[in-house]
């Protein structure tokens, strides 16, 4: 329950003037805030100075706050707080997301959709303020077990299954391999053997592998659609199987690598042989490793983006290899390592779907939408959309999000699905709710109001906690554009939902006088709006009813 009560609009600390004193030669902070607050005058914006512990507190003059704000939220549209001058002194920079990154012939699982959905929110950001982003998708699209696969499909594979449904099929001749692998040695030599030949460029073995990885790329572009998620660019390990041997060289060349007695190639970089710091970077048999094709990569990245900075978007279990990656380029001699930087996140706990099975992110969307589509038909409003479909997997795709990014990043969390499908109380749903209802009282009154407003009109406490709200936004995006963490925005725009709500219920637009009405609407309006920027931020797209 949001109880109104009147604060400052903005607060001084005295503390933050004195800084540079000594503690016992500080006056008593509440005597010092009271005789600088009386050096201070009122004017024509700043309508009431006041003290508190420590504090001077100034209130604006309520029909300049209300004018300069609600001007400035319809003037900059979906730029508003993107234009504050927290960003003024901001270079524009060229970054590179690297995010969602999944591993090919393999169905999409959950596990991927944390990188997915967060990296999609940091470029939102960064392009917002400006930035040149590329968004790359680095395909786990080479490997072993790619050598395992090919045998797999060799011995079990069928080929109108492949046809009707690939990812399904790939993923169930991959099981049975590694079951017969288990007990029977000339199937992991087999194995060995097929990712030989991928490796020296066999056209067979190559052509077959060439097959899943566009199979499975097809697949993926379609869940993508569904999130509203798209990237400049689909590279993968598969890109640098040539590109690490160079790697291996240059390492060779500055007398980094070394051999083993098992004939792998190792990077020590702690220089006095600690084991948790030796990075393996060639097998025995000379092919490549994740590690080397990640060096590879950024290498590449450097000589053709010329970035500022590179983010890497994947899950904290990863620390250490981009730890070694990040540091093993900074002694090859490569200083840029520095604007490589790796965003890590917690690990999703009980993401199942609600028969328990192991989860694909396809069937978790689709119980999502189904789920939500009952919702809205049991309710008699929802009768009347064009789309129900399209509006349920918005709906579900804003609960997912905002049940992800409303905690710390680094956190694991437990997956819910009750507090997914909650319609009240801090969830997505909330926000799409609010939403849709406030783009109804702009179609129910828009034309006949929306001239010009009387600022004066909107002086309800309501209508003040609103606008004080809105003059906050650039302070969240400035925060969330410093740690890149979503929390920030996602309360915001929960705050500012139950303010609206609350707003909503006491000031009245139907009967109220002509001037009265067309002031709350612009405030309604700007509420809409500033929701509607920041939940396309995070990557949802807000709907218009429901």
Known sequence: MFVFREVADFQLSVDSLLENKNDHSRPDNIVQAKRLAEKLKCDTVVSEISTGPGTINFKINREVLTKAVLQQ???DGSNYGLKSELFSSLPQRKIIVEFSSPNIAKKFHVGHLRSTIIGNFIANLKEALGHQVTRINYLGDWGMQFGLLGTGFQLFGYEEKLQSNPLQHLF???VQVNKEAADDK???KLAHEFFQRLEMGDMQALSLWQRFRDLSIEEYSQIYKRLGIYFDEYSGESFYREKSQEVLKLLDGKGLLQKTIKGTAIVDLSGNGDPSSICTVMRSDGTSLYATRDLAAAIDR??????????YVADKGQRKHFQQLFQMLKIMGYDWAERCQHVPFGIVQGMKTRR???TFLEDVLNEIRLKMLQNMASIK????????QETAERVGLAALIIQDFRGLLLSDYQFSWDRVFQSHGDTGVFL???HARLHSLEETFGCSYMNDFNPACLQEPQSVSVLQHLLRFDEVLYRSSQDLQPRHIVSYLLTLSHLAAVAHKTLQIKDSPPEVAGARLHLFK??????ANGMKLLGITPVCRM
Do not use: C, H, W
């Open 381 to 388: 409003t929802s009768k009347q959309l064009e789309n129900p």
């Open 302 to 311: 450097m000589d053709r983006y010329n970035f500022d900075t590179m983010i």
């Open 526 to 531: 700007a509420v809409r709006s500033v929701l």
């Open 432 to 434: 799409q709710y609010t």
């Open 73 to 75: 939220v319809i003037e």
């Open 186 to 188: 000339n199937i992991a």
């Open 172 to 174: 169930e001749v991959y």
């Open 356 to 358: 328990g099975e192991v």
